[in-house]
């Protein structure tokens, strides 16, 4: 198949053409370059949501409500879980086994674990050329499901239109880190498990914790709204306040050019090394390289500037 | 100050030198890559710890305890707490000075938090630096905190000597993530704050989780520790689990070889990032690709591929 036919597949919504296309990405290969070059133009229609929180606060069950009530607004969904230590374990692969039976036989549903296959680094953009790739496609919504709070998910969540950040009740500590840390990426707060005992002291302490953010006039402040997703209570309220966000931040200047610069970024990065790889005698010096680091024979900058040197 | 004198300040463990040394390399600045490769030659002598979980579970009481413990066994101790989302909120500066105070007046302790200043990426590369100038100055034991399990948090964790992941009871979806996870990136487990109840269950699950896993003869076995780090319980026999595991793969080549081609492709991609952006012409190139991105004018690859082009 062609990198056009399968373009024309992916716009025409093929869910064949669309689960090679992401396996194109996650391959970090030219011929992904070349597709995401051909879909890009045809981008931009989705609203992309992420959602980040701990292991165990429920995210799963949150976002398969989300996709329910989404198609009940007649809205098409994908969903890209990021999984970035499933090259180690596999475990994605199972994971999305499981996801699509809730939407099994829904075409308007699109499941998809990304995963590096073997690659160091790289999947924050495989993550995001999957987003355009559905977005081509025509979805509607691309929720983004991400692990933790580190940096690769940082970088994910600046290129979402809105981020959610999931809690749970009765992680005190939780709340402590979240005022020292990832408050500023939460454009939305959920408390999930809400029926817990604690949920209304976690909201408190989050709202308490936003009360010390400064904001001007007529900036978005971060709702904090309570789900129970195994019951699907609070789903709605929770897409009224992410089409209303997105709604007001539709023409954000800004938050468009930091997400072309993550993207731009993090695609040079790649293309380099990748370009590297491919020539032989630039894959012979990155061989080399990593043996001398290991002797310490060499310091990485050292080896970084000999390699670029070469290259040309 | 030259880089020759700071890099002779950093061996000679003078505490402002290796301060100014590590927010070089946080910088990403090229006297940073300098000072590097001076004292690259000199590193390899400290022990690197990597010490990952979730926010709550009690990462830094843990690591308080294990450099006390290290201290009471004579290492100097370096500790490089990880925290991605602190451009945003400046968070980690009030985390140093709470956890200096445990330590105060000690010159064999040396505490900083890691955050990238303004840049987007490269946290993982400014760590990683940061580890190889305390290890030149002569610090016995870097203990490196991350939270989550993201991405940059497992390219952190593969640069280490010994990845310890630390879970709390109760969490028995955490143990599930860990299922289809991050057990693989775990030489030693954690269960903190074992006065809790379930801290037996969590030590079985997690034990159930890893004879799942196909262990070949003469393969490290990753323990299951029980700690209550708030009382110095168990952080004995924790710091004996980790001399025993470094001491068994001192000379694993496959590790070593991994960490320095982890090592070697984040400086490739942060010194490709950081020539662009010193030269005018590339940096206009730069600046011009993510509007027209933002314009969705022209897809990443294509604009990564024209500013390659450029820089020759």
Redesign the interface.
């Known amino acids: 198949m062609t990198i056009e036919s399968l373009a024309e597949g992916v716009i025409a919504r093929d869910q064949r053409a669309m689960a090679r296309a992401i396996t194109l990405v996650e391959n970090v290969s030219p011929e992904g370059?070349?597709l995401?070059?051909r879909?890009?133009?045809r981008?931009?229609g989705a609203k992309i949501i992420g959602v980040t929180g701990?292991?165990?606060v429920?995210k799963s069950t949150l976002v398969d409500g989300m996709t329910t009530e989404w198609r009940r607004r007649n809205r098409t969904v994908g969903i890209l879980a990021v999984?970035?230590?499933?090259p180690?374990?596999g475990?994605?692969v199972?994971?999305d086994r499981i996801r699509m039976q809730s939407h099994a036989g829904d075409s308007g549903v699109y499941v998809r674990s990304m995963a590096t296959r073997g690659h160091?680094?790289g999947?924050?953009q495989a993550t995001n050329d999957a987003a355009?790739i559905l977005d081509a496609a025509g979805t509607d919504v691309v929720i983004v499901e991400?692990?933790?709070?580190?940096?690769?998910?940082?970088?994910i969540v600046r290129t979402a239109d809105v981020s959610i950040v999931v809690m749970v009740p009765g992680?005190?500590?939780?709340v402590?880190?979240?005022?020292?840390?990832?408050?500023?990426?939460a454009d939305i707060f959920v408390v999930n498990k809400a029926d817990r005992e604690g949920a209304d002291r976690a909201v408190s302490e989050i709202e308490a914790a936003l009360m010390l953010h400064e904001y001007a006039d007529g900036d978005w402040r971060p709702p904090v709204l309570k789900t129970e997703a195994a019951r699907s209570t609070g789903v709605n309220a929770l897409l009224d306040a992410v089409e209303q966000f997105v709604e007001c931040h539709e023409h954000d200047?800004d938050r468009?050019?930091v997400?072309?610069?993550?993207?731009?970024?993090?695609?040079?990065?790649g293309?380099?090394?990748a370009?590297?790889e491919r020539r032989d005698d630039t894959r012979a010096a990155?061989e080399d390289?990593?043996?001398r680091?290991?002797r310490?024979d060499?310091?990485?900058?050292?080896?970084?500037?000999e390699?670029?040197e070469r290259a040309?």
Chains 1, 2 share one sequence.
């Open positions: 370059a070349t995401i070059g879909l890009f133009g981008s931009g701990a292991p165990g429920g999984d970035p230590t499933s180690f374990s475990g994605a199972l994971g160091l680094g999947l924050a355009v991400t692990v933790g709070v580190g940096q690769g998910e940082v970088d992680a005190g500590d939780d402590q880190a979240i005022k020292a840390g990832i408050m500023e990426i200047r468009l050019r997400r072309a610069e993550v993207r731009l970024r993090e695609t040079l990065s293309q380099l090394i370009s590297l990155l390289a990593v043996e680091i290991a310490r060499i310091d990485p900058y050292t080896a970084a500037a390699i670029m040309g």
